[in-house]
């Protein structure tokens, strides 16, 4: 069966027609192009019924629309459907030479629609390139979780800041994933991992995390090359953000020390990862699988004199010189809090002594279970060691600092049930 075409006129351009979509985010040519078409298409099933008998040919490097009815040809007075059929005396007026029972093809004026059409056909267009636009921010993310981004801080709310990427597209920081001393103002650069891409309603939501193990891992990651290159092995990392980290290493290479090469000459390695941190202190120790000496190394600085370890319930007795108790607490308690969360285990810290160091014990080694306020009230009278202050009675040390009676009772206590046998 013959098709023949009718003459058309010149065909429209859509660049002047839709000169608000030509610039495009995260959209390819030929997916606008099979937009466009879908869009047109959709138009046309509205007007007519049906797009089936209609082709819709888009010309990408002008620009150029042309849309062609196909019509079979029926005598006159058998017409059935005007949108798949046409009667042949007014087929003749597209083409004299045209008979009954071929197809004849010919073009729809895009100015035919109408406007209320073609109002449509934009409101079509711009919602699917939207929804195109934002599965594809979606998709792009996705992809990235657990990798390192920047954006230009835009705004900052009580909860969150809102952070916009090269592209303009908006990544969350929320308050709990901020380092603590974090400040920026608005233009400011700000980096962190990807941790979370939401969906919800088709309306994605990028969440950005500073303060999570992985955005330390890969600062390292982009700051050391024998990390980045995989020759050292980052197998763990605890964290308390902005305060201090403690980062377990494992070289590949027997001629590589992990340590050195991350620390870097005089710090030089680190330094960069230290001030994206804000002055985050971080310990970078050997790894090992032999859990005495990994606990050891954990508490770094501490010297540990002896440990008892239960393997099954993960817990570990450590027992220290008087003076090293406090290395192993640390300031805040942070460095044994670190070592449980590097290690995994349980680590609870004992004093050892005998009766020969009883008197050495001075009462700073006590300040994570008595105030600093209340030691350096002892110490102006005189009293720097537990021994001393065990000496008086309860009333005489109430006499002599103006300390609450509930005050001494707590003081009394620890020192007694450290000295208890």
């Known amino acids: 069966m013959a098709t023949k075409k009718a003459a058309s006129e010149q065909p429209v351009n859509l660049i002047e ?4 979509f030509k610039e495009l985010k995260g959209i390819d040519r030929q997916t606008f192009i099979n937009v466009l078409e879908e869009s047109f298409r959709n138009v046309i099933a509205k007007m007519y019924g049906s797009d089936a008998n209609y082709d819709v040919i888009i010309n990408p490097d002008k620009g150029d629309l042309e849309i062609y009815r196909n019509r079979e040809i029926v005598a006159d007075g058998e017409l059935e459907d005007e949108n798949t059929q046409i009667e042949f005396s007014e087929a003749q007026k597209l083409d004299d030479e045209c008979e009954i029972g071929e197809d004849i093809t010919d073009k729809v004026e895009f100015q035919s629609f109408g406007r209320r059409m073609i109002l449509n056909l934009r409101q079509t267009l711009a919602s699917k390139i939207l929804e195109l636009q934002k599965e594809n921010l979606y998709l792009r993310y996705s992809d990235m979780l657990g990798h390192v981004v920047s954006g230009e801080l835009y705004q900052v709310w ?17 308050k709990q994933n901020q380092i603590p001393s974090d400040f920026y103002r608005k233009g400011d650069t700000v980096r962190g991992v990807v941790v ?3 969906n919800k309603n088709q309306n994605p939501k990028i969440i950005l995390s500073r303060t999570s193990p992985l955005f330390l891992q890969r600062l390292f990651e982009q700051e050391i090359p024998e990390v980045h290159d995989g020759v050292i092995e980052i197998k763990n990392i605890a964290r308390i953000p902005g305060e201090r980290a403690k980062v377990a290493v494992h070289s590949f290479d027997d001629h590589i020390d992990p340590v050195g090469a991350c620390v870097g000459v ?5 330094h960069g990862i230290v001030r994206e941190l804000r002055n985050e202190n971080i310990d970078v120790i050997n790894y090992t699988t032999n859990t005495n000496l990994y606990i050891q190394r954990a508490l770094a600085p501490a010297r540990i004199s002896s440990m008892e370890i239960d393997e099954e319930n993960k817990h570990a007795n450590v027992y220290l ?8 607490i640390g300031k805040g308690g942070f460095n044994i809090k670190l070592a449980c969360m590097l290690t995994g285990y349980q680590i609870d810290v004992f004093r050892e002594m005998d009766n020969e160091d009883l008197d050495g014990i001075y009462l700073d080694e006590f300040n994570d279970e008595i105030d600093q306020w209340v030691i350096d009230a002892l110490k102006q009278i005189g009293l720097d060691t537990a021994r001393a202050v065990l000496a008086l009675s309860a009333e005489e040390l109430a006499e002599r600092t103006d300390l609450e009676d509930e005050t001494i009772d707590h003081v009394l206590s620890v020192l007694n049930a450290e000295f208890a046998d």
Do not use: H, T
Request: charged share 40%.
């Open 17 to 20: 027609i839709f000169s608000e």
């Open 158 to 174: 009580k909860r969150e800041m809102l952070l916009l990427d090269e592209d303009g597209n908006e990544l969350y920081l929320p």
């Open 196 to 198: 979370q891409v939401d």
């Open 266 to 270: 005089k710090g030089a390695r680190i």
């Open 321 to 328: 010189k008087p003076d090293e108790v406090s290395l192993a």
